[in-house]
């Protein structure tokens, strides 16, 4: 079975420093890792996708994650918070063998301080 | 062109009454998910059409869940005897299926239902 385990609910920044949103999974030997973004009041936006080609995968607004298979990790990092960053994040994961669903993590709300 | 629609965007319904809430998917995608994410929670699975066929109905809670999508389109999420734990927003997602790499699900903006 597959999982996805965020480590913090709650992850609060100043403007301008650097995030880092912490995401563990279990899955099969070949899993696609996800980040997804939801503002409030909005639908689920993508922001970047690991499908076993380089492990530094690079999204939008400067996002970026490192698929890590040692440490079953794919953590989401920006160098620096911007306002409109402010949101809640899922990490999901997903396996061919089991049709492609989507399994996500519980998220974590990403908070940025002016 | 037109994303991922779902109506109505927000139903509140009584214990006991029968709820449909309606998926139209991107067009020209052939593979269509049903999420469900109650409050503070994640998405959830639900069920996954490729054509009109539902691939994997595993996500379903129970027999009250059932879902059609008759012309391999726009898909119908039909809730029977809706209980005040059936209080949730419903995600629609839709992708293309090609056989490498994994596909992008585009999530439609959700209907929130409130059983009262």
């Known amino acids: 079975a597959q999982s996805v385990t965020q480590l913090d609910s709650h992850v609060s920044v100043s403007e301008g420093t650097p995030v880092l949103l912490r995401c563990n999974y279990s899955s099969s030997y070949s899993p696609s890792l996800f980040w997804y973004v939801q503002h409030p009041n909005k639908g689920l936006q993508l922001l970047l996708k690991y499908t076993s080609a380089a492990t530094l995968v690079k999204g939008i607004n400067g996002f970026e994650a490192e698929f890590k298979k040692s440490e079953t990790s794919f953590h989401l990092t920006k160098p620096s918070a911007h306002m409109s960053d402010a949101a809640e994040y899922f990490c999901v994961v997903s396996d061919r063998e089991y049709g492609n669903k989507l399994v996500f993590g519980a998220g974590t709300i990403l908070r940025v301080k002016s | 062109g037109a994303g991922v629609s779902q109506t109505p965007s927000n139903k509140v319904t009584e214990k006991g009454k029968y709820v449909e809430l309606r998926c139209d998917p991107i067009?020209?995608?052939?593979?269509l998910y049903w999420y469900r994410q109650s409050l503070g929670q994640g998405p959830e699975f639900l069920i996954y059409?490729?054509?009109?066929?539902?691939?994997?109905d595993s996500g379903l809670p129970n027999d009250r869940f059932f879902a059609v999508r008759p012309e391999g389109s726009v898909s119908t999420l039909k809730i029977q005897r809706t209980e005040r734990g059936d209080s949730a927003v419903y995600l629609c997602?839709?992708?293309?299926?090609?056989?490498?790499?994994?596909?992008?699900?585009?999530f439609g903006p959700g209907t929130r239902l409130t059983v009262l």
């Open positions: 997602a839709s992708s293309l299926v090609l056989a490498s790499p994994i596909n992008e699900q585009f």
């Open positions: 067009s020209g995608h052939t593979a």
């Open positions: 059409f490729q054509g009109t066929g539902a691939a994997d």
